[in-house]
């Protein structure tokens, strides 16, 4: 057997509504953006997992706050963003290269997807994509430390991904999200079904991720910047003719931040 036949990843919660996704296995395990060390901690000491890496996104709080106690268990290397104000991180990062969890029988490829922060990366590799504060279910994050053009070229780039790429965000916003989204594309029946699953699974306490790029290209609104109905709405709240796509994707990103 080979170490990733058994490979799982299990979403750990943290604070309100954090994910820290963990890649385990029989023996070990790895965690994404650990912003608390206790859940992770508990976790592993009732599995009886060995920790063998942290993976960053980003640099926030929320995501790295737990590094520093998880190293006082247990020394592993710590990748993360090249760029970014990050005390605990160990192996520095960027567009293209690769990050090799042996352990776990994992590579994964480094892409650079600025917008929410100045450096944010993701990793994908195993069919998933782990992508932080970035793209979220039906949503993307706030353009804290990049520009609306930056933003754009990070989710097009994600978008580019194969269909049935899995897709960890860092929280679960989905149900507002896709409020939001509704407001944009009210007749978009994909995401009307969407809207439906996706509450069942919240009803039950449940995750609605992992999602797809597939699924996130048929009802993400900031994936789809090119469709008539979202530059309809996207016109609507500027109460002008959008230029092009980006400045779509800027009137959009304004609306979610006042919805
Ligand atoms: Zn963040």
Not at 87 to 105: F, K
Not at 120 to 146: M, P, V
Request: aromatic share 8%; glycine share 8%.
């Amino acid at each position: 057997m080979s170490d990733t036949d058994d490979l799982e990843v299990v979403p750990l919660r943290a604070f309100k509504d954090n994910y820290i996704w963990t890649l385990r296995n029989h023996r070990h395990a790895a965690v994404v953006d650990p912003g608390d060390a206790r859940p992770v901690l508990d976790y592993l000491q009732r599995e009886r997992l060995e920790l063998c890496a942290v993976l960053l996104t980003h640099h926030h709080a929320d995501h790295v706050g737990g590094v520093a106690e998880l190293l006082a268990h247990r020394g592993v290397p710590v990748y993360g963003p090249r760029g970014e104000p990050i005390a605990t991180l160990s192996q520095a990062v960027g567009e293209g290269d690769e990050v090799e969890i042996p352990q776990l029988g994992l590579r994964f490829r480094v892409l650079a997807i600025p917008g929410h922060t100045r450096a944010h990366i993701a990793y994908y590799g195993a069919n998933s994509l782990f992508c932080g504060d970035t793209l979220f279910a039906c949503g993307c994050g706030r353009l804290f430390e990049g520009t609306a053009q930056q933003m754009f070229a990070s989710l097009a780039k994600l978008a580019a991904l194969p269909d049935a790429t899995l897709v960890y965000s860092g929280h679960e916003y989905t149900l507002a999200n896709i409020d939001f989204a509704r407001a944009v594309e009210p007749d978009n029946a994909d995401l009307l079904a969407r809207a439906a699953s996706d509450a069942e699974k919240r009803s039950r306490d449940r995750p609605t991720l992992p999602s797809t790029i597939g699924r996130e290209k048929q009802t993400n609104p900031f994936l789809r910047c090119l469709q008539p109905a979202v530059v309809a709405s996207a016109n609507k709240y500027l109460g002008a003719r959008a230029s092009g796509p980006v400045q779509v994707f800027a009137a959009i990103r304004q609306w979610k931040n006042e919805f």
